[in-house]
């Protein structure tokens, strides 16, 4: 079982940054691929970035690619999400999620434990 607690939301002008982390409880954090999500009001909720169980790997979302980087620290069991140059348009609740296996793919395509949302509004 992994328990999934994402940090870092809040309320930012357009341009501005912001740095969301998730920390996880569980004892093979380093097992799993872990990724974030996000679900804007009245949308569904959209795949944002991925990263594998070692780091080596990241995939992101064309619409944040250049702007958004994953990253992972297994030691404290912590992922991060660094967004910069946020746009209105990432305004969404956005989830922390943590794959079945270690490959971005199990996580992208089907998590299996989600944290509980961390509000991100930009304003213009």
């Known amino acids: 079982q992994v328990q999934l607690v994402e940090s870092g939301g809040g309320l930012v002008q357009a341009g501005g940054s912001l740095r969301l982390s998730c920390a996880a409880s569980g004892r093979f954090f380093s097992s799993y691929a872990m990724g974030w999500f996000r679900q804007a009001p009245g949308k569904e909720r959209e795949f944002v970035a991925g990263?594998?169980?070692?780091?080596?790997?990241?995939a992101y979302a064309d619409s944040v690619k250049g702007r958004f980087t994953i990253s992972r620290d297994n030691a404290k069991s912590t992922v991060y999400l660094q967004m910069n140059s946020l746009k209105p348009e990432d305004t969404a609740v956005y989830y922390c999620a943590a794959g079945a296996g270690r490959n971005i793919t199990t996580v992208q395509r089907t998590p299996a434990y989600w944290g509980q949302g961390t509000q991100v509004t930009v304003s213009s």
């Open positions: 990263i594998t169980w070692s780091g080596r790997g990241t």
